[in-house]
């Protein structure tokens, strides 16, 4: 098949199959069936994706597409494709878990208000998600990037209508200080874009820096990096990736920006379980990793200003990480506790990536750099076990109509396909020996043993109490709805077979990642940092860590710690109080004092009154008396006449 | 082609209100297809109308590729606009308590003026004739403003009118000196005569053209224009009127950049200040027509931004001016909208949750802010472009940082305000949940407007009208060029 007709499938074909269901808004009748074909668009591009991943050549220079069809000639920006380690494998990741996801959502939105709206814009999500996974050209990359933006916008403030409960965020009416701690829909929505533009904005700024820096040269894979960063200088590459880093850690959610990953949860489960665990905020490392793994730090220790940059992503992340494992132990509504824990992970995986910059070593037969390796890896086992986990949380807060953490053994008996799949996806990645994510967690934790030898023991730490404390929190979202919560008020729990396959479909992906990480060649590194003893204590640790949360899910003692971090540590005075109070101040100066100013002093009174003053002056010569016009004429006379002299004595001196 | 639209202004009053609309629609629809064609295909540079003597010099129209793509969005707009303000201007006579029919013939008569006016001025290859078509347009708008708005109309009419006349009469100095420095008015002869624009000249133009656009400061008179124009005239005067400014800015820059490179810091300051101050104003309208209107002074900042910024800045002016143009031209009409289906309603805080009962319109206010904010549409590569700008005239330094962040931030706040106002005014608990039903012509034409603006994104639009765009010298890449 022709390489360019499987992009444009892979690409138009889950905008298009929604396009029918977004114009026909007004049949209920088609908007019951119409759902099917979106869902089909998206099994188009899982087709596409598999077949790029088996078929098209991985090494570069074949792998990279340009487009016979220039977009804009002679400027780089252009339609170039890339078909490398990552991207083949990203897209088959992005495009395999929107279609599970998408199965269970015929059966979650079933009845919901607006149909029309979800599937478009979780189509539009998924095109633009693979749009940023196979391009090469940033241009291009961008285009995906903000279709990511606002898909997110739209599907977070997907039930707008702020009516019912079980759509917020935070408990109605809990005051902590001034500010009210419960987010509806709609305000979800906007923090989310407010957010995400206030990185995406610097981060075109740098696209376009790099843009006149590179020589009109806009393809990662082609940039001579190097030589990019050497001509800018140490100060130049700082501002330069820091804004690019910008647009990476809002739409990452890292600290400080993570706020608007919370209120996210406002929006459908499903949602959350596509945009806001497994692709779009992974979306922000993936291409942190995708940049690292072009740029190759690790050969540039000679260049200033590039290990500024790498030491800042390393401590961003792992503080995030810490920072979303902490939040999470104290929180009691299902999703927004996954939705910590997401931040945690990517954190991690920044953690990781950035620890590339100090890992020269390669993986033996591949070319390819450990730290990335174990990013990836982590993001991949991540994307599938934690979009499991929100695809479960979904179907129980169907079940129970809360969206709060309930269920006891009980109630986890009578939903057994649910039940099991929690206990797979979060012992698999934890990183309990011996399910999947031990061996990515154990390749990770040597990565961070490495630097060590660089005089840095922080972020070794940092991993392991992220760890701990991560394991901890998943142990505890399982006890709490299947084991030691409170029994549930209502139980709803009939139907729900197609979620339950989109659960299942999700969380067997976990099994293959296992099999591979053996299978494949480049992740022996993993396999072999397994059997370091450290590893292995680490991983008992994690077992312990696990264990005792299952068993003690809650610890009353703690609760006043507990509270603090669910509220997130006071961050929602950032985004809420502070940031707000000083926007509309400004506000308020322009608009109170500036437009006020004008319109009411400059427009109704100082230019009428100007007028009136000049009118008067010109109506009041013309008085009519003679002896009047004589003053003015003899006035003017003399006024002449001192001139004269003046002039006079000035130029003839 | 371009003769369409003038026959139309005589022929559209002597028809009904339905047919002087569509035939309205048409007649900017094929200039537009036309333009289209000369795009893909090419059609002669200058086409010569008339031979003065000096100091005017050839009176010609000029169909390079800035006017193409000025023209093209105005034609756009027009055409969607009559089309919209059909059921919306019936509902405003019904208002008024005039006759509907004879109204609609004066009516049909300045709006088809006005927006031919425009449309004449971008292809005016004659700062002669291209000053005439601005006071054609001015006195149309302001008519219009005087007949048909709303509040105190007369007043609002009035200030527009001596603002742009003020506006007007600097400019003409400005035209007047170029024509005794150059000996003619044409744009090529002044091209190729080498002799510039002159400080002065410059300076008379552009203290006109700042007020036309406007920054804050002179920009007093814009607010009440817009608030109380009818919207179908705010829907031309925000996005098609005021840019115009921007596009004789531009035009003057291409022949002489000297003025913008001695000024360029207390210009690039100013145009920053008056964006952020527009785009903070919006937070605290009530009004909904108000608030759009102050979005256009922040718009009109970016535009006056990328004029100082270089080869790049200037490619993105134009972009500046389509993308801007079209997203509020659909803002201007959905608060139509809003105004036509629910009586009169343009106080924000009565609004709320109006998503349920006008979803298409409400859909339609989406795409107008992604316009502005730049999000998947033609405003992308605008905002790019100015972007590229910046590296190019300032560099990454730490020196720089300050310009850099000024710029970044107000493309931020556009995104701030624009999905702010979307909640306030669509989303949320909604007072009623019954969807009304409304006439097509309320939101058919913003989504085609829409749709152009996301196409001119992507190839084959894209790819020919910015290369056509970036052959010309002194605009992007360039070839040879008069800008440095």
């Known amino acids: ?653 | 082609m371009l003769i369409i639209p003038l026959v139309a202004v005589f022929v559209a009053p002597l028809l009904k209100p339905r047919e002087a609309s569509h035939l309205t629609a048409l007649a900017f629809l094929l200039p537009f297809f036309s333009i289209l064609y000369c795009i893909f295909g090419g059609c002669p540079r200058e086409i010569l109308l008339m031979r003065f003597s000096p100091p005017i010099g050839d009176i010609y129209l000029n169909l390079d590729f800035i006017a193409h793509a000025f023209g093209l969005t105005i034609c756009l707009v027009s055409a969607m606009v009559a089309l919209f303000a059909l059921p919306y201007m019936e509902h405003r006579f019904e208002e008024m308590e005039l006759d509907k029919n004879v109204e609609f013939r004066r009516y049909i008569f300045i709006y088809n003026l006005y927006a031919a006016s425009m449309l004449w001025l971008v292809y005016s290859g004659n700062l002669a004739l291209l000053y005439v078509f601005m006071e054609l347009m001015l006195i149309s708008a302001f008519l219009l403003i005087y007949k048909y708005g709303y509040g105190n109309r007369r007043w609002v009419g009035l200030l527009y009118l001596v603002w742009c006349a003020i506006a007007g009469v600097l400019t003409l100095a400005g035209f007047v000196i170029m024509a005794f420095n150059n000996n003619t008015l044409a744009l090529n002869a002044i091209m190729a005569g080498g002799k510039g624009v002159g400080m002065v000249a410059w300076a008379f133009i552009f203290g006109g053209m700042i007020i036309e656009l406007p920054v804050v400061g002179p920009h007093i008179w814009l607010p009440w224009a817009h608030a109380e124009a009818p919207t179908p005239v705010s829907a031309l005067l925000s996005p098609l009127t005021v840019g115009l400014a921007g596009y004789v800015l531009l035009r003057i820059a291409l022949i002489d950049y000297s003025f913008i490179e001695a000024y360029r810091m207390p210009i690039l300051g100013y145009a920053i200040f008056s964006s952020l101050y527009g785009g903070f104003s919006v937070f605290k309208q009530t009004d909904f027509k108000r608030l759009l209107a102050y979005s256009t002074v922040s718009q009109m900042g970016y535009m006056l931004v990328a004029l100082t910024l270089g080869p790049f800045g200037l490619l993105g002016v134009v972009i500046q001016y389509m993308s801007h143009a079209f997203g509020k031209s659909i803002l201007f009409s959905s608060a139509g909208g809003i105004i036509a289906v629910h009586h009169g309603l343009r106080d924000i805080n009565k609004m709320g949750g109006l998503h349920d009962s006008i979803p298409a319109i409400s859909n339609a206010a989406v795409v107008g802010f992604l316009n502005l904010g730049g999000i998947l549409t033609v405003g992308m590569l605008g905002e790019f472009f100015i972007l590229r700008g910046v590296v190019d005239t300032f560099g990454i330094k730490t020196s720089s940082l300050g310009v850099i962040l000024g710029v970044v931030f107000m493309f931020i706040l556009s995104v701030w305000y624009g999905f702010y106002t979307l909640r306030k005014v669509f989303y949320g608990k909604p007072k009623s949940t019954e969807r009304l039903e409304i006439s097509r012509y309320l939101y058919v034409p913003l989504y085609v407007i829409g749709i152009i603006s996301v196409l001119l994104l992507f190839p084959p639009l894209s790819t020919v009208l910015i290369h056509g765009l970036d052959m010309i010298p002194g605009l992007g890449l360039g070839v040879g060029g008069v800008v440095p």
């Open chain 1, 1 to 653: 098949m022709n390489e360019w007709l499987v992009f444009l499938l892979l690409f138009l074909s889950p905008v298009v199959s929604s396009i029918p269901i977004a114009l026909l808004y007004k049949s209920k009748e088609w908007t019951a069936r119409l759902p099917y074909l979106s869902v089909f668009g998206i099994f188009i591009s899982v087709l596409m994706s598999l077949y790029i991943f088996f078929t098209f050549p991985s090494e570069l220079p074949d792998c990279r597409f340009v487009s016979p069809y220039t977009w804009i000639p002679g400027t780089g920006i252009d339609i170039v494709l890339i078909t490398d380690y990552l991207s083949r494998s990203m897209g088959v990741i992005t495009a395999l878990i929107a279609f599970f996801i998408a199965i269970y959502g015929l059966d979650y939105m079933r009845g919901d208000y607006r149909p029309s709206w979800y599937w478009f814009f979780f189509n539009l999500f998924t095109a633009s998600m693979l749009l940023v996974v196979y391009s090469d050209n940033l241009f291009l990359l961008f285009v995906g990037w903000e279709g990511l933006g606002a898909a997110s916008w739209g599907l977070i403030g997907h039930w707008f209508r702020d009516d019912d409960e079980i759509a917020y965020v935070g408990v109605p009416g809990r005051k902590v200080g001034p500010l009210e701690f419960c987010w509806p829909p709609s305000f979800g929505g906007w923090r989310a874009i407010s957010t995400i533009r206030f990185g995406d904005v610097p981060m075109f700024f740098a696209i376009a820096a790099i843009w006149a820096f590179a020589g009109g040269n806009l393809n990662i894979s082609e940039i001579a990096w190097g030589a990019l960063f050497t001509k800018l200088g140490a100060a130049g590459t700082v501002i330069l990736m820091l804004m690019l880093l910008m647009g990476l850690f809002t739409k990452s959610a890292q600290v400080p920006f993570s706020e608007w990953l919370m209120t996210a949860m406002t929006g459908p489960t499903t949602v959350s379980a596509l945009l806001h665990s497994a692709t779009m905020v992974a979306a922000g490392a993936y291409v942190f990793i995708k940049l690292t793994w072009y740029i190759q730090p690790w050969n540039m220790h000679n260049i200033p200003g590039v290990e500024s940059v790498y030491v800042i992503v390393l401590f961003v992340g792992l503080v995030s990480g810490l920072y979303g494992a902490l939040a999470a132990t104290g929180m009691l509504e299902r999703k927004v506790l996954l939705a910590a824990s997401t931040m945690s992970s990517l954190g991690l995986m920044f953690g990781s990536a950035a620890a590339s910059y100090w890992l020269p070593k390669e993986v033996p037969g591949t070319g390819m750099n450990l730290a990335l390796l174990v990013a990836f890896w982590y993001l991949a086992v991540h994307a599938f076990a934690k979009a499991s986990l929100f695809l479960v949380s979904g179907h129980l807060i169907h079940a129970t109509h809360t969206r709060f953490s309930v269920g006891n053994l009980e109630f986890g008996k009578k939903m057994k396909a649910t039940f099991a799949v929690t206990l797979i996806a979060t012992t698999f990645l934890v990183g309990m020996p011996p399910f999947t994510a031990y061996w990515v967690k154990s390749g990770m934790d040597e990565v961070m043993e490495h630097l060590l030898h660089e005089g840095m023991l922080l972020p070794l730490i940092l991993l392991l109490a992220t760890s701990l404390t991560y394991s901890a929190i998943l142990a505890r979202f399982t006890s709490l709805n299947f084991i030691k919560g409170e029994k549930p008020k209502h139980e709803h729990l009939e139907g729900g077979n197609l979620m339950r396959v989109g659960y299942l479909l999700m969380a067997s992906i976990l099994f293959i990642l296992w099999y591979l990480i053996f299978k494949n060649k480049e992740t022996v590194g993993f396999v072999h940092a397994g059997y370091a003893s450290t590893s292995i204590l680490v991983g008992i640790a994690i077992l312990v860590a696990y264990v005792g949360a299952l068993y003690k899910p809650r610890i009353s003692s703690l609760s006043a710690i507990g509270t603090f971090f669910n509220d997130r540590m006071y961050l929602p005075y950032l985004n809420d109080y502070i940031i707000p109070k000083i926007g509309f101040f400004v506000a308020h100066l322009v608009h109170g004092y500036g437009n006020r100013g004008i319109d009411g002093f400059f427009n109704t009174k100082v230019m009428p009154g100007l007028f009136g003053l000049i009118s008067r002056g010109i109506r009041c010569i013309q008085s009519g008396y003679l002896a009047h016009y004589i003053k003015v004429v003899l006035g003017v006379v003399m006024m002449i006449l001192i001139l004269a002299a003046i002039g006079g004595v000035y130029l003839y001196p």
